[in-house]
């Protein structure tokens, strides 16, 4: 095992247990850029709305994978997820996720 999976974890296979255990992906990008090209049956919640989304997120009952466009707003949803006792896993940017689901 490398140290970057010792530290981080192989992202790959925590995506397949989210996946394994129906994990909803959610696109924290606008509704334009996401209007543009998005992970077929993924949610669309712009990260500025996600804080107001958050019952209705718990009420899915399901891990969620987050995505946006290179990385960065997906960590800080996953985060405020996280914080909030949703089970959220930041699966990156979205073509990237795409790729690996």
């Avoid at 490398?2 to 992202?11: D, S, W």
């Avoid at 909803?24 to 989304?53: C, F, H, M």
């Avoid at 960065?72 to 405020?80: C, D, E, L, P, V």
Wanted: aromatic share 6%.
């Amino acid at each position: 095992m490398g140290l970057f999976n010792f530290l981080f974890g192989n992202k790959k296979n925590m995506i397949n247990d989210f996946k394994t255990r129906g994990a909803v992906i959610i696109d924290v990008r606008t509704v334009n850029e996401y209007s543009q090209g998005a992970i077929s049956g993924s949610k669309n919640i712009p990260l500025q709305t996600i804080n107001a989304k958050i019952a209705e997120i718990k009420k899915l009952n399901k891990p969620v994978i987050t995505c946006c466009a290179s990385g960065m707003r997906s960590g800080s949803a996953a985060s405020i997820l996280n914080s909030n006792g949703v089970e959220a896993l930041n699966g990156g940017g979205w073509t990237s996720l795409r790729n690996k689901l």
